[in-house]
Nanobody
Framework: QVQLVESGGGLVQAGGSLRLSCASS????????MGWFRQAPGKEREFVAV???????????YVGDSVKGRFTISRDNAGNAVSLQLNSLKPEDTAVYYC??????????????????WGQGTQVTVSS
């Protein structure tokens, strides 16, 4: 069983930074695809970032267009945890951020339906 546990959300002023972390409390996730989505009030879930295992201890990651240049995704060496560094935050980044994972190499990373495992979510609030 895979349980994803997120941490690191909070309240920050515009222009500030936060770091979100997500780890599995169950099986090892070394070869899993892991990433982040977010959902603001009244809006659909939005793809934020993803990392894919490409062999050994190597991962390939990228972020969505709306956060490109400001957010960075990374995996720990064992691949069991994923982090999201949020810089230059804007009020429109306010949302609940969800950690996601799946056993397969996800081909449509921006689709929530591609992921079997979801964390409980962590709130990020950016004040203007």
């Amino acid at each position: 069983q895979v349980q994803l546990v997120e941490s690191g959300g909070g309240l920050v002023q515009a222009g500030g930074s936060l770091r979100l972390s997500c780890a599995s409390s169950g099986r090892a996730l070394t070869s899993y695809t892991m990433g982040w989505f977010r959902q603001a009030p009244g809006k659909e879930r939005e793809f934020v970032a993803v990392t894919r295992w490409i062999g050994g201890s190597s991962y390939y990651g990228y972020v969505g267009d709306s956060v490109k240049g400001r957010f960075t995704i990374s995996r720990d060496n064992a691949g069991n945890a994923v982090s999201l560094q949020l810089n230059s935050l804007k009020p429109e980044d306010t949302a609940v951020y969800y950690c996601v994972a799946d056993t397969k190499v996800v081909t449509n990373a921006d689709r929530p339906s591609e992921y079997d495992y979801w964390g409980q979510g962590t709130q990020v609030t950016v004040s203007s």
